[in-house]
Every structure is written in C-alpha cells, then in structure tokens.
C-alpha cells in the first residue's frame, strides 16, 4: 500500500523507510518490566536501534477498560468478564437465577485495567514528516467491584456484565504493570499515502510544509514540540479512510501571548519574540496560532505590518505569514 522510499522536499536521494519492526517492538514490550518510570523500556529500544535517537515525546491520557473475573484471592476465573458471562450461561443451560446463584456463591470480582498511551518518536531524516513515531500502552490490571451486588440483584446478562451501580472494593493489582505494543508509524509514509486519498491538502501537511521551510525547521526538529494522533481504519464501504491530528507535545505551560490589539510594528515584534524565546524556538507563535493556541488576531496584526514594511521577520517566515493571510487555515 505504501511506497519503500521517499524523496526529502530539498532534493537528494531517497531516504529508505525507518527499518524499526513490529515483531521485535512487541516482543521488547513484552519482556520489558514496567516500573514506576519508562526508562527501562526507552533504553531497551533504543539499543535495537542505536542508529535513531528515540525519545518519549508525550504520555496520553489515563483510560480504563472493564477487564476479567477473578476470585476474592486473586485467583484468575477469566479475562474477559464479556465473554465469561455469555459462556457461563449457556452452562448454567441459559437459566439466569442458576448463574446468580453460581455468583453469589463464588462472591466473584471484575478487574479494571489502567492504562496510558506512550507516543515514542525517532527522527530518521531532516524533514517535519521525518519520523517515526511508536505507540506503546502501559497498563495495569486491577480488582474493581464485585460482580453484583446480593442486595439488588441484576435482571439479565447485560445489567450483570455492566451494572448502573456497582459495589465497588477496595482496588489491589493483580499481577505487574506490562507494556503492550500498539503500532508504529512511518510518518512520512502516511502523509504520502494520506495525499492519495484526498483531492485538497491536508491542513497538517500544509502545517508540516510551513514548518519545512520556515525558521522553526532550522532550529528544531518537528517532532521535539509537536507529535501526531493518527487514525487509520477500513470504511463499511472498503474504503481507506485516514486523518491526523497534530498535538503539541508537554515541554512545559503553553507561553502567553498577551493581546495584539493596537500593537504594531517593535511592539508587535517585541510581543511574539518573547513568546518564541519562552517556547524555545522561532517563528513558535505562529504554529502556536494554527493550533488555536494564540489569537489569529496576532497572524492578523503581523500581515498588516508586512504590508506596511515592516521587516522584524525573517524573509522566510515573512512569506508564509503572506501565504496564510492570503489562505487561512488552522487545525
């Protein structure tokens, strides 16, 4: 589906695809311990590829997952707390007070898994879309609740799998935190591909083609402030149907960008340096605005003082300013 080879946007030959596999990723996840931090992970990784530096650009969200049953020891009945009441009760011959009462009797708990998404990234060539980023889950397995409760019983499989209100316990692990391998993403692959599938430019490669020939390229990797929310799935139809989302990766509070009204030429210039100089690197505010993250009144205000002659930016920066005022867009 994807192409082998790809040709960096300043010419030259062609970079070959980042060789990281999935196969030897899910089994280092698998055999690596998980402990109160990631670095045994990251550096178990990154000795399978010592040639593309790795690093954890950001941890998603806590999520949650109903997850199996067990005894009150701990003791494993079941993965899949779902499956386990279906099977259960076509061996209690499809009889509903024989399963509660086979219930009541074991005083059986459901397991919660804990969880959070680590988004890993590797640069392999000097371009935005250079990169491949890595998705591994942290999870942990936990007792939540007993399956129900004696005082008010459920009334079919579903209210039993998913009660309304649950009698929650006192949670205990049950076995270790584990690593689990998501996917890996040749970014530069997926742009491409992602190109296929639409008639227009996607506003996250307009994003990345900005980032490619402004100051910010020059001074920072793309993938050290921002990294991606990929998805990627098979329409009803058969269709492929693809979409990214750009996230700014946690390196510190978001600088503030105080109001650009009024404000014109050394006070407009003074106003976004200091934003750039707080974010790290240059030309930051105005990625910062395609992400809603500063007022388009600033990309405004800056547009006007180019028409103006004003020349506080770089004439590289000052063109995409141009290109942007002439075509918004933000994601």
Same mark, same amino acid.
């Given at each position: 589906m994807m192409h082998d080879a790809r040709h960096p946007m300043n010419g030259g030959a062609p970079l070959p695809a980042a060789p990281f596999d999935g196969q030897l990723l899910n089994r280092l996840c698998k055999e690596t311990l998980a402990g109160s931090g990631d670095e045994a992970l990251l550096a178990r990784l990154q000795r399978a590829y010592p040639e593309y530096p790795l690093r954890i650009a950001r941890k998603g969200h806590e999520w949650y997952r109903l997850g199996g049953i067990i005894k009150p020891d701990g003791a494993r009945v079941a993965p899949d707390v779902n499956e386990w009441a279906e099977r259960t009760?076509?061996?209690?011959?499809?009889?509903?007070?024989?399963?509660?009462?086979?219930?009541?009797?074991?005083?059986?708990?459901?397991?919660?898994? %804990?969880?959070? %998404?680590?988004?890993?990234?590797a640069e392999t060539g000097p371009n935005a879309e250079d990169f491949v980023q890595i998705e591994v889950d942290r999870t942990q397995e936990f007792a939540h609740r007993y399956l129900i409760d004696d005082a008010q019983l459920p009334e079919d499989l579903e209210e039993l799998i998913d009660p309304i209100d649950p009698v929650n316990v006192e949670p205990f692990a049950?076995?270790?935190?584990?690593?689990?391998?998501?996917?890996?993403?040749?970014?530069?692959?997926?742009?491409?591909?992602?190109?296929?599938?639409?008639?227009?430019?996607?506003?996250?490669?307009?994003?990345? &083609?900005?980032?490619?020939?402004?100051?910010?390229? *020059?001074?920072?990797?793309?993938?050290?402030?921002?990294?991606?929310?990929?998805?990627?799935?098979?329409?009803?139809?058969?269709?492929?149907?693809?979409?990214?989302?750009? *996230?700014?990766?946690?390196?510190? &509070?978001?600088?503030?960008?105080?109001?650009?009204?009024?404000?014109?030429?050394?006070?407009?210039?003074?106003?976004?340096?200091?934003?750039?100089?707080?974010?790290?690197?240059?030309?930051?505010?105005?990625?910062?605005?395609?992400?809603?993250?500063? %007022?388009?009144?600033?990309?405004?205000?800056?547009?006007? &003082?180019?028409?103006?002659?004003?020349?506080?930016?770089?004439?590289?920066?000052?063109?995409?300013?141009?290109?942007?005022?002439?075509?918004?867009?933000?994601?």
């Open positions: 009760f076509i061996e209690c011959g499809q009889n509903f007070n024989t399963l509660l009462d086979h219930c009541e009797t074991e005083r059986f708990l459901v397991t919660q898994h %804990s969880g959070v %998404s680590l988004y890993l990234v049950i076995g270790p935190p584990r690593y689990t391998y998501r996917r890996k993403t040749d970014v530069a692959l997926f742009m491409q591909e992602l190109g296929r599938h639409r008639a227009d430019r996607h506003p996250a490669q307009r994003f990345m &083609d900005d980032w490619n020939r402004s100051s910010a390229g *020059v001074d920072k990797r793309f993938c050290e402030p921002w990294s991606l929310r990929l998805f990627q799935h098979i329409g009803r139809h058969g269709e492929q149907i693809m979409n990214v989302e750009i *996230v700014r990766n946690p390196l510190g &509070d978001v600088p503030r960008l105080e109001s650009a009204e009024g404000r014109k030429g050394k006070a407009l210039a003074t106003l976004i340096g200091r934003f750039d100089s707080q974010a790290g690197y240059p030309f930051a505010w105005y990625f910062h605005m395609l992400k809603g993250l500063v %007022s388009p009144h600033v990309g405004e205000a800056v547009s006007r &003082d180019l028409t103006n002659d004003y020349a506080y930016l770089p004439a590289r920066d000052a063109a995409i300013v141009k290109d942007w005022a002439a075509t918004p867009y933000c994601l």
